[in-house]
């Protein structure tokens, strides 16, 4: 059968501030990567979004950034492939601990926004990355956002990896993301066309039109997105439909 993971990033909430709508999405989705602390969450949004995920048999993966609240983790940082691994770790460190409180394991590891292109644009510093994982944790899993980050991750014997796809995000005709400056509604039968695509032919349209090769097995759904509920609800109804079953990441991996 064929199968596919939903994932979303969880846990940004700090302080004063609330991003996201964790509470209604995490019951849609099978895997949760949460942040860390240092591009957004705190210790106690921590601890919540660990319990809620557990609450609903939801994956858990760290989502670590770079040390950077007020741009999100979106600025570029100049850091060295030492400090990066570094900062990998660290936010590793702290989502174990709370999972270990609750009686839960982690999954997998998913870096956010300009560290990820950052590991993109230097093979250094994703390797220095990966090592740095395998020497916590070998049975991580890497949930990849770019294909020069999978392609690297695949070299190692150790890491299983995961490539995800995005399906309320447009790709340019170079398989790139088309990152938005703000969040727009998108068409939830649009939305649902694309995870089935992805699911059953490792395919997705671009911008232009042209079909493009996405060989991914996780989804992410952003859900700070203006109609993220009704699109999750969407996408569901359409794997039931189409017979595409919901599995979270080491069920992939192990097939």
Known sequence: MTAIDLNCDMGESFGNYTMGNDEAVMPYITSANIAGGFHAGDPHVLFETVALAAKHDVGIGVHPGLPDKIGFGRRTIDATPEEVRDYVIYQLGAVLGVAKHHGV???????????????????????????????????????????????????????????????????????????????????????????????????????????????ADSICIHGDGPNSLELLRTIHDRLDAEGIALRQLPELVSD
Request: overall charge negative; charged content about 25%; aromatic content about 6%.
């Open 105 to 215: 394991e982690i999954q997998h590891v998913k870096p956010h926004g300009a560290m990820y292109s950052m590991l993109s644009e230097s093979e250094e510093h994703t390797r220095a990355v990966i090592e740095g994982i395998l020497e916590v944790d070998p049975s991580l899993i890497y949930l990849a956002t770019d294909l020069n980050i999978f392609s690297v991750a695949q070299e190692y014997d150790a890491l299983d990896a995961v490539f995800e796809g995005y399906v309320d995000l447009d790709y340019a005709s170079d398989g790139t993301i088309i990152v938005e400056q703000q969040k727009q509604p998108r068409d939830p039968e649009l939305v649902a066309d694309r995870v089935t695509s992805i699911a059953k032919h490792g395919t997705v349209k671009a911008v232009d039109g042209r079909t493009i090769d996405l060989p």
